[in-house]
């Protein structure tokens, strides 16, 4: 069973910094052979798509709306992945969910993706 456990939520003021982490455990999921993802969900809003890094790569992807602030990363020693945030602003507010396990139908569509984590906080006040 694959299991992902975000942390690093919180409520910081616009312009600041949060760094979002993820682990990742399971049998064979391991952060370096499998594609991980971020995306946030808002209040009222649909699930979107934030960033992903590529199995086996260090190719990225972002959303239009992050690109530039925002940085994901992973650790394969430690089996982590992590979004540095930046600049943030109040649309930034959302739940964040870490997610693996992508079928290949579209990156940018959650219901491509097979496993999730529970989600962190994140509030970012004007």
């Known amino acids: 069973q694959v299991h992902l456990v975000e942390s690093g939520g919180g409520l910081v003021q616009a312009g600041g910094s949060l760094r979002l982490s993820c682990a990742a455990s399971?049998?064979?999921?391991?952060?370096?052979?499998?594609?991980m993802a971020w995306f946030r969900q808002a209040p009222g809003k649909e699930r979107e798509f934030v960033a992903t890094?590529?199995?086996?790569?260090?190719?990225?992807d972002y959303t239009d709306s992050v690109k530039g602030r925002f940085t994901i990363s992973r650790d394969n020693y430690q089996n982590m992945v992590y979004l540095q945030m930046n600049s943030l602003k109040p649309d930034d507010t959302a739940v964040y969910y870490c997610?693996?396990?992508?079928?290949?139908?579209?990156?940018?569509?959650?219901?491509?993706?097979?496993?999730w984590g529970q989600g962190t906080q994140v509030t970012i006040s004007s």
């Open positions: 890094i590529y199995r086996s790569s260090d190719t990225t």
């Open positions: 399971g049998l064979r999921v391991t952060v370096s052979t499998y594609s």
């Open positions: 997610t693996t396990g992508y079928g290949g139908t579209g990156r940018y569509d959650p219901n491509a993706w097979a496993y």
